[in-house]
């Protein structure tokens, strides 16, 4: 068959009048871009690492808009045949549902006068019931600690404030008066979740203790944290023997030694509760961040400081034989580290360079695991929405107001890839051994992440830069190799995230940023915010099974290419 060329220009036209243009007039000095995804070399099962979210509130999963953002959380993860996983704090900090910025509260644990634990987990079911409602699971953060056990309660949070931040290094951040009591309260927990969700579903999920308390989240020492994680385990594993457990989501990768330390406890060291030695572990977690400026009028973004992060975590773990092939999960995987502040630095998350991070960061952090012989299972995205905040507020969240941000459709675009990771190469690629020294501030980084199975081949594209300034789009040329005669022919979908597609944030301002929004502009921005298509589904051909389109990619943009394969008569 013939093969399909596609010029720039001809291409260029064609999306320009479906709106995909660049800024502008379309510039003759464009860069130039040659990636070739191999078909016939798969890499090994495409993991979805991308399928874990979470945040600091856990109340407001059960709210109006926490509800409907899990519920498209839900989908994605139905559509990828894989489930997504949500992970919390505050889930055992008292307060009876109040909640602020960085704070939330449930009533699992009090005592009575005579200091006998009452337990009640209205709340906590009330959060876990809407996750399962959705299609979502648990991933159960054992934290932080309960007023009545708090060896500080005189400092907890009696009164959190309202749309301001509440105190991470509280009351709710020291260690128990009593470890035994600690021990029940995981216990209790765990058997009311097998009597309540079965055992079948709760072995699914994932149980971790405490976060980051190599920072102001623990004020303990490193040994109080270890006795913490043996009684906590210990008493999730009497409820449910096989239950998945692990930590300990240090902050800044491998926080120093205390990952290090954390891991040779559980290989060598006497166990707090058994007195044997090492602890149960079925999972490693830790932390990954970037670091951006202002800088210049603009957001620098600062991806190496993040995969620095993960690097550095796979090394320590790669050096202990007993545990490199445990799944890691970055408990916590962001672009910078606060999602409910808001500076200058932050003014990128609106928009479409969150988008672009992301599609970029995510294959360089399996890239990294994979160098290191580790096993890493999902990075987690700290990002969820802020009830009753008005839309594009700046938070760090997937959606605002109930109206999609551009990066939820970049995990829309995750959801569609599925089977092999395909092995891809590209003229104007940075890999992630480079980004990790030196950043993304000359030349961008224009790659590809690419899947296949017998039924599809997907190809997300994107053009990243760490600068947040207008550039000249990209020539991109994608060639396909290796495609086996089972397929002579495909439907070719393209899936756009730019600033006219799939960008509910640029379809405000182009209404002139209005607030509050009438009914009609919030219907209408919900409509832009979901994922879009440039021009209709076409057909395309193999000819010695290679294909070759050539089309412009704008800065901070990304595109996946779903070819639906046409399956021919034996």
């Known amino acids: 068959m013939k093969q399909i060329q596609f010029t720039l220009l001809t291409i260029y036209c064609s999306l320009l009048s479906s ?88 009533s699992a644990y009090k005592e009575d006068a005579n200091g006998t634990p009452v337990y009640d987990w209205s709340i906590n079911d009330k959060i876990f019931d809407t996750y399962l409602a959705h299609g979502i699971r648990p991933y159960v953060q054992i934290g932080f600690m309960p007023e009545a056990l708090s060896t500080h309660p005189q400092n907890y949070p009696q009164h959190p404030p309202v749309n301001k931040m509440a105190d991470a290094g509280a009351g709710q951040a020291y260690p128990p008066k009593d ?38 989240y623990w004020h303990g020492s490193q040994e109080d944290y270890f006795k913490l994680y043996d009684y906590a385990v210990d008493g999730v594993r009497r409820a449910l023997p096989e239950a998945k457990v692990g930590g300990p989501e240090t902050a800044m990768g491998a926080g120093g030694k205390f990952l290090g330390e954390f891991l040779r406890h559980c290989a060598h060291g006497t166990n707090y509760v058994s007195g044997k030695t090492g602890s149960p572990l079925d999972f490693i977690s830790f932390h990954a961040k970037g670091s951006p400026t202002f800088t210049n009028g603009h957001v620098r973004m600062n991806m190496a400081n993040q995969l620095r992060n993960i690097d550095g975590a796979c090394a320590v773990v790669a050096g202990f034989p007993e545990f490199k092939h445990l799944p890691l999960v970055i408990g916590e995987s962001d ?49 969820f929405e802020f009830e009753d905040q008005p839309p594009f507020a700046g938070f760090r969240q997937l959606a605002s107001a109930g109206i999609d941000l551009p990066v939820l459709n970049v995990f829309r675009m995750f959801g569609k890839m599925r089977g092999q990771q395909l ?59 290796g495609v086996t ?86």
């Open 335 to 383: 672009p910078e580290g606060c999602a409910a502040c808001r500076e200058p630095r932050d003014a990128y998350r609106n928009g479409t360079m969150y988008s672009s991070y992301t599609a970029a960061s995510f294959p360089r952090k399996l890239e990294l695991a994979r160098k290191r012989g580790v096993n890493l299972a999902g990075a987690l995205t700290w990002a």
């Open 423 to 481: 092995a891809v190469t590209s003229s104007a690629g940075l890999n992630a051994e480079t980004i990790r020294e030196s950043n993304v501030r000359g030349q961008p980084d224009i790659s590809a992440w690419a899947s296949g199975d017998n039924n599809q081949i997907a190809v997300l594209v994107w053009h990243y830069h760490d600068d947040d300034v207008p550039a000249s789009a990209a020539e991109v040329t994608l060639n396909l190799t």
């Open 485 to 570: 005669p089972v397929s002579e022919s495909a439907t070719l979908t393209r899936y756009v995230v730019d600033a006219d597609h799939s960008n509910a944030y640029e379809a405000w301002k182009r209404m002139g940023s209005p607030l509050p929004l009438s009914t009609a502009q919030s219907t209408q921005l919900e409509e832009a915010g979901k994922l879009a298509t440039v021009g209709a589904p076409e057909t395309v051909s193999f000819e010695n099974g290679t294909l070759k389109l050539t089309f412009p990619l704008p800065r901070q943009a990304v595109m996946l290419l779903v070819f639906q394969r046409h399956q021919t008569s034996q």
């Open 19 to 106: 709106g995909l243009a660049a800024d502008s007039v379309p510039s003759t000095n464009f860069l130039r871009a040659s990636i070739t995804v191999d078909v016939a070399k798969p890499l090994g099962e495409l993991k979805p690492i991308w399928r874990f979210f979470g945040a600091d509130e856990p109340n407001y999963a059960y709210m109006k808009d926490g509800q409907k953002l899990l519920g498209e959380l839900g989908d994605i993860g139905r559509e990828n045949r894989n489930p997504v996983y949500f992970r919390a704090h505050h889930l055992l900090t008292s307060g009876d549902g109040a909640y602020a910025l960085k704070f939330g509260s449930t």
């Open 179 to 216: 470890y035994v009591k600690w021990g029940n309260l995981s216990y209790e927990w765990a058997k009311h979740c097998v009597e309540k969700y079965g055992r079948a579903e709760v072995v699914t999920w994932y149980w971790e203790v405490w976060n980051e308390p190599n920072i102001r």
